[in-house]
């Protein structure tokens, strides 16, 4: 079974900029990032398929950078822009076969990212 571990949530003001990492113990068909803010469902942020293909939810678009160093295990997301809206408790996931955001199965314990207006 796959194992993640996030690292590098923090607090930053609106404009700034927190890199998240997620090591794992092998690379899955796709990886990603969930937030889930107080109060609402977790929703998917940014995955990356085997083959380097890389999709984005509509609001982190253009701001924010999902990437993977397979000789590291660790899985990137740049967050650059953060806007308050941003703050959440962030999940790194790992779907075994499927490259869908409802095939995610396996999370990482969170690292909180909190935005101050």
């Known amino acids: 079974q796959v194992q993640l571990a996030e690292s590098g949530g923090g607090s930053v003001q609106a404009g700034g900029s927190l890199r998240l990492s997620c090591e794992y113990t092998y690379r899955t068909a796709s990886m990603g990032w969930f937030r889930q803010a107080l109060g609402k469902e977790r929703e998917g942020v940014a995955r990356?398929?085997?083959?380097?293909?890389?999709t984005y939810t509509n609001s982190v678009q253009g701001r924010f950078t999902i990437s993977l160093d397979n000789g590291r295990k660790t899985l990137y997301l740049q967050m650059n822009s953060l806007k308050p809206e941003d703050t959440a408790m962030y999940y790194c996931g790992a779907s075994m076969y499927s490259d869908s955001w409802s095939r995610f199965s396996h999370w990482g314990q969170g690292t909180q990212v909190t935005v101050s207006s």
């Open positions: 990356i398929r085997s083959d380097g293909r890389t």
